[in-house]
């Protein structure tokens, strides 16, 4: 079983539509839960932590189920800008912390 | 604002040359991080350092890796002998400490002919 797990998409939305998707993890230890953004050929760029509570940052709101391990990540109002790979990563301190990421999720903002 | 940079941005070698990939990690940051990205696929881990001394690395990362502090501020992966599936992304990173975020640099290309 892959430890993180995720839509690949792609999501093709217009603009200012709201778009949500969401990543599964198998390691119940696992204590950081991130989103990270990824554009054609760059490095994953931290988009935002993700806490128990929730939390939300601007026009992206992310959650977290630790009883059924999964991540969510929602995007209000898109912007064409929003167009990328959206990469949920978890770390669990049994793993020395070192990043598992998910294969990604493509979003695409059309005018 | 503070950043990781990574040299150089692309290599390109041949099958069995030694390649050297380096960075410079955020200088208050104490644990460095490699990982690498095949075209089309998850980024995935190799290794972790801190004080000085792998603290963790994949199954990826055999005997033809290494990796080295070599002064107060460069990070650098060695592949030894090259093959072609080496050819990939390599991503550093870097973080305060270690359950805290970790910043990337923007990668060196890696093709092996």
């Known amino acids: 079983r892959k430890e993180v797990e995720q839509d690949p998409g792609p999501f093709n939305v217009p603009e200012g539509a709201t778009v949500a998707f969401n990543c599964t993890y198998s390691?119940?230890?696992?204590?950081?839960f991130f989103w990270y953004r990824q554009d054609c050929r760059k490095e994953p760029k931290l988009l935002m932590s993700?806490?128990?509570s929730g939390n939300e940052d601007g026009r992206f709101t992310a959650q977290l189920n630790r009883a059924s391990q999964y991540i969510s990540l929602l995007i209000r109002d898109s912007k064409l800008s929003d167009s990328a790979t959206y990469l949920c990563v978890v770390n669990s301190p049994e793993d020395d912390y070192k990043l598992s990421f998910g294969a990604g999720t493509t979003v695409t903002v059309r005018a | 604002e503070p950043e990781v940079t990574q040299t150089p941005s692309h290599q390109v070698t041949q099958m069995g040359q030694e390649v050297i990939l380096r960075c410079v990690p955020i200088?208050?940051?104490?644990?460095f991080y490699w990982y690498r990205q095949i075209l089309g696929q998850k980024v995935e881990f190799l290794v972790s350092f801190y004080n000085n001394e792998i603290s963790e690395k994949s199954e990826i990362f055999d005997d033809q890796f290494s990796v080295e502090r070599p002064d107060g501020s460069n990070f650098t992966l060695k592949i030894r002998s090259t093959k072609l599936e080496d050819s990939a992304m390599y991503f550093c990173?870097?973080?305060?400490?270690?359950?805290?975020?970790?910043?990337f640099g923007p990668g060196t290309r890696l093709l092996v002919l």
């Open positions: 993700v806490y128990s």
């Open positions: 990173a870097s973080s305060e400490i270690s359950e805290e975020t970790q910043y």
């Open positions: 200088s208050n940051h104490l644990y």
């Open positions: 390691n119940s230890a696992s204590q950081s």
